[in-house]
């Protein structure tokens, strides 16, 4: 009996964690992430979006301004060798991963949507 309700308890307190979980974080969008996802959601953000090969074009052509360089790598690749001044922002290739730090992201992208970002 003691035992029945130790469970009983302890399912009670993951519901409860999953349930103010579900309720203070923002909507998770399940969709598989794809370009025109990209490019909706920068649109959203007010961030615009360029290929590489126009990178590759503003570079040559020293047109690009300082980019804040993020290395989504995890941290023992990024230890091992990174592009010097780029900030390492480990983040998995998963719709959980994007949702778990999209406070963190927002936080670290700052509040200028006009400064180049370059994720790699």
Not at 20 to 41: C, H, M, S
Not at 79 to 88: P, V, Y
Not at 89 to 98: C, I, K, L, S
């Amino acid at each position: 009996m003691k035992i029945l309700k130790r469970l009983i308890l302890a399912l009670v307190s993951i519901g409860i964690a999953f349930g103010y979980l579900g309720f203070t974080r923002p909507n998770i969008n399940l969709k598989e992430a794809t370009w025109e996802g990209v490019l909706i959601d920068a649109q959203k953000g007010g961030y615009k979006v360029v290929t590489t090969e126009q990178l590759r074009e503003l570079y040559i052509d020293n047109k690009l301004e300082k980019p804040l360089l993020i290395d989504t790598r995890q941290d023992w690749e990024y230890r091992a060798g990174h592009i010097k001044g780029a900030i390492n922002f480990p983040m998995e290739p998963t719709w959980w991963a994007r949702w778990w730090k999209a406070d963190e992201l927002k936080t670290l992208l700052g509040p200028d949507k006009d400064r180049p970002i370059v994720f790699y």
